[in-house]
């Protein structure tokens, strides 16, 4: 049984820093998929970052070059740095896991993944 817990989430003002975590068990895919997405209230989650088991990583134009997303093989652990946050960034962010490698098309389909966590609220604070 797959589970994904997060963790990290919290308040920040602008500018400030935060670092994600999300514990990951029960998977045994290769290739895989990691990765993270977000939801603002009322609307459908969005495409954040990416990361397969070869490190190959993908980002959403609106967190390229502020964002980083990493993961540690020994710890089942994917991380998502985040730097430079702007109040645009309050969300709740979800970490996802998928068999294959990570999709590559221009739209970041939800429905191309199949487990997720729970989800760690991030607010940032202008």
């Known amino acids: 049984q797959v589970q994904l817990v997060e963790s990290g989430g919290g308040s920040v003002q602008a500018g400030g820093s935060l670092r994600l975590s999300c514990a990951a068990s029960?998977?045994?895919?290769?290739?895989?998929?990691m990765g993270w997405f977000r939801q603002y209230p009322g609307q459908e989650r969005e495409g954040v970052a990416t990361?397969?088991?070869?490190?190959?990583?993908r980002y959403a134009d609106s967190v390229k070059g502020r964002f980083t997303i990493s993961k540690d093989n020994a710890k089942n652990t994917l991380y998502l740095e985040m730097n430079s946050l702007k109040p645009e960034d309050t969300a709740m962010y979800y970490c996802?896991?998928?068999?294959?490698?990570?999709?590559?098309?221009?739209?970041?389909?939800?429905?191309?993944?199949?487990?997720w966590g729970q989800g760690t609220q991030v607010t940032v604070s202008s």
């Open positions: 996802l896991v998928d068999a294959g490698w990570c999709p590559a098309g221009a739209n970041w389909r939800v429905d191309e993944y199949t487990y």
């Open positions: 029960g998977y045994t895919y290769s290739p895989y998929c």
């Open positions: 990361i397969d088991s070869d490190d190959d990583t």
